[in-house]
């Protein structure tokens, strides 16, 4: 039964105040556990503002913050600190995303190089053909334009 058919019986059983506020919160409070579509993307935003607070910070192989990073380690660190717990390596992480296309590809999911069926590489996508990374030794988080088209994206559930 649609979700609106519900809502007079919720203000008179809940109180005006208590039905705004699951209209607000929406399916995760009706269906405790399920993340939404809206939920997911305002995480991946909060990821992505994560990266980009690391700017500059520098490479390091195996490192996961909060001041140094490999790349999979920055992804990492973005999506605890919004709240969601990624494996550590960057195919771990490759398979454990639901895959996008380029077309479906949204501010905050990741993007991952790769060669043949291996991903090595991996950043979060910032928009405009960007990704927040951390590139290679000798190098620092940075805000960078996608230099290949041999990528798949992957979207944190």
């Known amino acids: 039964m649609p979700a609106q058919t ?12 208590s039905a705004l506020t699951l209209v607000a919160v929406g399916a995760t409070t009706l269906a405790p556990g399920v993340t939404t579509d809206a939920f997911a993307a305002a995480r991946a935003v909060r990821a992505l503002h994560v990266a980009a607070s690391k700017q500059g910070a520098p490479y390091r192989y195996g490192a996961t913050g909060p001041y140094r990073f490999d790349c999979s380690g920055l992804t990492l660190y973005s999506y605890k ?5 990624l494996p550590r390596t960057t195919q771990q992480q490759y ?4 895959h996008v296309s ?4 949204m501010r ?3 993007v991952f190089f790769h060669s043949g069926r291996s991903v090595y590489h991996v950043g979060i996508y910032a928009g405009s053909g960007k990704i927040w990374h951390s590139p290679k030794t000798g190098a620092v988080v940075r805000l960078e334009r996608i230099w290949t088209k041999r ?6 559930r």
């Open 6 to 17: 519900h809502v007079p019986s919720l203000l008179s059983r809940a109180g005006t105040v």
């Open 95 to 98: 398979n454990k995303t639901r």
């Open 108 to 110: 905050g999911d990741l």
């Open 102 to 105: 380029a077309a479906g590809r």
């Open 151 to 156: 990528v798949w994206y992957g979207r944190v």
């Open 81 to 85: 600190k919004a709240g969601k717990k």
